[in-house]
């Protein structure tokens, strides 16, 4: 019996430390009727990085990046750090009959999307650029800027 109990709790420890390989980090940013450029990269739990380049782009296309297998634990930290699961899901345009977190909102902007599918759960953050005012917004502007550091992407995508 105890046998059996160690047993479970091994892999269930080793379950949690070990991401699953269809765990992943995406951070996808959208065209704006100018020049904004519109990209996502996707880093996987076992160090795969896949970047497509859509517009206004130093790279456009679909690229794999040099592996980096500890990019994936850093964004984790880093997400926790900021209370990642504590963000709305969207900051932006809302429904009819919706409250909306923007104090104001302003045309022409892009969004950035942030998403985790993580240890079977996803949690994805939309931002839309124009919303101006909510709480946090400070918080996530400088989240995204680190993340886009961290990832390494100003090579590909431009400053």
């Known amino acids: 019996m105890k046998y059996a109990i160690f047993l479970l709790s091994f892999i269930s420890t080793g379950l949690l430390a070990n991401p699953s390989p269809a765990d992943v980090f995406s ?6 009727f100018g020049t904004c450029p519109a990209y996502k990269v996707n880093v996987f739990s076992d160090g795969v990085i896949v970047y497509s380049g859509d517009d206004h782009t130093e790279l456009e296309g679909t690229y794999r990046l040099p592996d980096n297998p500890e990019l994936f634990q850093r ?5 926790d750090e900021n209370s990642f699961n504590k963000f709305r899901d969207d900051y932006g345009w809302t429904g ?14 892009p969004s950035t999307v942030l998403s985790l599918q993580f240890a079977g759960n996803i949690k994805t953050v939309h931002h839309y650029h124009g919303c101006k005012g909510f709480d946090r917004e400070q918080e996530l502007e400088a989240l995204e800027k680190t993340l ?3 990832i390494g992407l100003s090579g590909y995508v431009g400053t």
């Open 75 to 79: 964004i984790l930290r880093l997400l």
């Open 148 to 150: 886009f550091e961290l």
């Open 96 to 109: 009819e009959g919706e409250e909306s977190p923007c104090r104001e909102e302003w045309t022409d902007h």
């Open 27 to 32: 951070m996808e940013t959208t065209a704006c």
